[in-house]
Each structure stands twice: as structure tokens, then as C-alpha cells.
């Protein structure tokens, strides 16, 4: 987890070096082409039969939604202050819990909801409307967190019945001619040291999401969010030496709160999952939330 935290964070870095250059669009489509590179070895370790589903639809739907998603977050980046984007970014989990009740009909009791509350607390922290240091940029990072938590919850869907290399080479691939569409209309071929920014994108952005997929099937989500969260001061750090960014303290407090009650959330959805699993062969009745 910690090594996929280092690449996402490498990966944020990478595209506000790029953004400098290209517009999001083709940003985007560069990160989905070479990250489609960096992850074609899996049909050698599977062979073709890696590409054969059932679900092709819900692949589709994933994939237009989690390209609207990169639109959103890569212009975040692009145009708000790295720590800022980055903190705004945590608030995903809370629109996933929000999600899973409607899109699922899991049950969410009041702690669990406390901490939804908590979390949107810090994203207003982060954001602060109606004050003069508000800017509408922060309404597209929120955006692409809300769209993010809708994509985890089909992933979450797809996971019943598909492998989950199956799941990430199919969405790479079908991330290319999606994010290649709108990425014509401003196309613009990269020059000098912008190539080696879009290909570390891509290539950061798919051994993270790998790191982080064999990070879950080894350890425990309560365990593993609290080490995501290092991506803020690796972002921090780049962010004051390569673009002057002082850390405000508005958001590392709205930061230190998302944090709070995501860690609550993994925390109480591990437990959960715990008693389910102890429960499950001498009862069928659905534990508590």
C-alpha cells in the first residue's frame, strides 16, 4: 500500500508537470494509453481468455464514468493547489457509503453516517463557500470524488464475478478510445521532457492501482487507508519545491478531518465484515451496521 501510495502520489506530480503543456483531455488519453502499455503483461501471464465477459455493459458504464472521473480529477490538479486537489480527493469514501446505500440497499447506521457527516465537514473546511479564498475549481475535484465513489461501487459489483486482473486490463483498454474522443478536438503532440510526464503517468497510475489491488487481497482495509493518506505530504513536499506551494492550514485541518472519519469507515466495514464472515456458517441473518 505504502508503494502505491508513492506512485499515485508521483503520478499527481507528473500530470500538473504535463498540464503546464497539454490540455486535460489529451492528459488523460496519454495516461490511458501508456498506462494500457504498462498493463499488457497480464494477458501474457493469462492469455487471451482474459479478455472473455459476460459483463461487457457494465465495463462500458464503468469506464465512461471513471474517464469523466480522470477529466475532472486531472483538471483539479491542473488548476487547484496539489495539497488541496489531493485532500479533496479523500473525500471519495464518503460518496462510496452513500452509494452502497442507494445502489445496493446495504444498511448504514447512525455511526457510520456520523462519520459520512464528519467527512463532509472537512470537505467544506477544504472548499470554504462563501468566504473570498472559495474557488469554483474546488466544485470539479468534489465532482470527480463523487464520481469516483459511483466507480468504486461498480468495481465492487464486477469484483462478484470477475478476477481482478480481468478488471483492470479491460478498463485500461477501454479507457484509450473513450479519452481519445475528446482529446482530438484539442490535440496537440507533446514536446521535449512533456513525453516522459504523460508516460510516467500512465505507467505510475497502473503499478499503482496494481500495488493497491494485491495490497487489499493481503491486508485489511481499516489497516491499509491510514497509509494511503501518506500520498498528502509526498504531494506536499513536491508541491513547495517544484511549484512554490505552501501547505494552507485550512486544508491540512479539513484533511486531518476527511482522514478522521474515513479511517473510521474502513474501520467499522473490516469489523463488519469480520463478524459476517464468523457468523456465516451458523447464521444467515445480516450483522448490523
Known amino acids: 500500500m505504502l508503494g502505491s501510495t508513492a506512485f499515485f502520489a508521483l503520478m499527481v506530480i507528473t500530470i500538473r508537470l504535463a498540464s503546464e503543456s497539454l490540455h486535460t483531455f489529451e492528459i488523460a488519453f496519454f495516461r490511458s494509453f501508456f498506462g494500457m502499455l504498462a498493463a499488457l503483461p497480464l494477458l501474457l501471464k493469462h492469455g487471451p481468455g482474459l479478455l472473455r465477459t459476460q459483463q461487457m455493459p457494465r465495463y462500458i458504464v464503468r469506464c465512461v464514468l471513471g474517464t469523466l472521473s480522470m477529466f475532472c480529477g486531472f483538471w483539479a490538479i491542473g488548476h487547484l493547489p496539489l495539497a488541496q486537489a489531493v485532500s479533496l480527493s479523500y473525500s471519495t469514501p464518503l460518496f462510496v457509503t452513500i452509494a452502497a446505500v442507494l445502489w445496493l ?28 479564498e472559495f474557488s469554483a475549481a474546488s466544485l470539479v475535484a468534489v465532482s470527480a470524488a ?22 483492470v486490463i479491460l478498463t485500461t483498454i477501454l479507457w484509450v478510445p473513450l479519452s481519445l474522443l475528446p482529446a482530438l478536438w484539442v490535440w496537440e503532440w507533446p514536446h521535449g521532457i512533456v513525453w516522459l510526464w504523460v508516460v510516467l503517468a500512465g505507467v505510475l497510475g ?21 497509509i494511503s493518506f501518506m500520498q498528502l505530504p509526498i504531494v506536499v513536499v513536491f508541491g513547495y519545491f517544484l511549484f512554490g506551494e505552501a501547505l494552507d492550514r485550512w486544508t491540512l485541518l479539513g484533511a486531518a478531518i476527511i482522514f478522521s472519519a474515513n479511517g473510521y469507515i474502513a474501520h467499522r466495514e473490516a469489523s463488519l465484515a469480520r463478524r459476517a464472515a464468523s457468523t456465516a456458517p451458523t447464521s444467515a441473518a445480516k450483522p448490523g451496521n
Open 105 to 132: 440497499g446495504e444498511q448504514v447506521r447512525v455511526r457510520r453516517w456520523s462519520a459520512v457527516i464528519l467527512g463532509f465537514i472537512g470537505v467544506l473546511v477544504i472548499v470554504r463557500p462563501g468566504t473570498t
Open 146 to 167: 463523487i464520481i469516483s465513489g459511483i466507480v468504486a461501487i461498480q468495481i465492487k459489483q464486477l469484483a462478484y464475478t470477475e478476477p481482478a486482473d480481468r478488471i
Open 206 to 226: 497502473t503499478g499503482g492501482h496494481m500495488l493497491w489491488t494485491r495490497a487489499l487481497k493481503l491486508g485489511e482495509v481499516s489497516a491499509l487507508i491510514p
